[in-house]
């Protein structure tokens, strides 16, 4: 009779976590910024139908990175729990931090179960408010754990970089467009190499506070997301001659008033150089 071979549950829940981790590093980053109006979630992905983004509630969202069939199993649950809740009592009563609660209870039970494996999977579920203070954005983890973030969220593949450029260039009331900016920015800082990210590699959507309608979740069109990165990105600055260059030229420096010549001084012409145009 063979004796089963024993492992110690410290042991156990490192090698599960190392596990998920690892799934999760492989696939791209996914930011949510609070802006001056709403909360802005972009992902890099470049698929148009299998979304990292999508929406809840009327006033809420999701994003989560990972395997694309844990997150969406994990988005269809949240939904109709929304849904029951909504019709059951009030619209109002549906919140992301009950969302948030219930998704941790689920992603903990999976993870300290031994039956099966964790989930490789990082959320983000957001609601939005009447004001910046009211926003609200829960980041849970493989685990099941919760943490309650402000400003701005990062999760999936190089995370830490990501977080760290975000960190750097973030500040609060920001507009839609800089943190549109910031956003992309960001994600291609996310190794040795920058990368310039374009239209059709991201999936981008907010929660506008402004909208007239009850569902604040709104997605970007490539045409727009192009539009609004194109007068976003600042303009090159005018690059001045140098001294040298003034000379050559025939320029006189800034700080020198150009001398009238006087009557009794005939006019010179500049001399032909059949070789060049630029006056001598």
């Known amino acids: 009779m063979s004796v089963p071979f024993y ?4 042991q156990l829940m490192r090698d599960r976590a190392d596990f998920a981790r690892k799934g999760i590093a492989k696939g791209r980053s996914a930011i949510a910024l609070q802006y001056a109006d709403g909360i802005l979630f972009v992902a890099e992905n470049r698929s148009p139908a299998l979304h990292k983004v999508a929406e809840i509630y009327d006033r809420m969202a999701f994003a989560a990175v990972g395997r694309y069939n844990e997150f969406e199993n994990l988005r269809i649950a949240g939904v109709r729990l ?8 009030d619209r109002r009563d549906v919140t992301g931090r009950a969302l948030a609660n219930a998704y941790a209870q689920t992603l903990g039970a999976i993870f300290s179960s031994g039956g099966e494996k964790p989930l490789e999977v990082e959320i983000l579920v957001a609601e939005i408010g009447a004001s910046p203070a009211e926003d609200q954005i829960y980041r849970l983890t493989y685990d099941g754990s919760i943490a309650d973030v402000r400003g701005y969220a990062v999760m999936g593949g190089p995370a830490e970089q990501v977080a760290d450029y975000v960190g750097e260039h973030y500040s609060e009331g920001i507009s839609l467009a800089g943190a549109l900016r910031l956003a992309v920015d960001a994600l291609g800082h996310d190794g040795t ?5 374009t239209p059709d590699q991201l999936e981008v959507a907010v929660l506008d506070r402004t909208r007239s309608q009850v569902r604040k979740f709104k997605r970007m069109s490539e045409e727009t997301l192009a539009g609004i990165l194109s007068e976003s990105r600042p303009a090159e600055a005018p690059t001045e ?10 320029e006189s420096p800034a700080d020198e008033a150009p001398v009238a010549p006087s009557e009794d001084d005939a006019p010179l012409a500049p001399p032909e150089d059949p070789d060049t145009d630029r006056p001598l």
């Open 82 to 89: 929304a849904d029951m809740r909504g019709y059951s009592y």
């Open 7 to 10: 492992v110690s549950p410290e």
């Open 193 to 197: 190499e920058v990368r310039e990210l």
């Open 241 to 250: 001659p140098d001294e040298g260059e003034s000379e050559a030229s025939g």
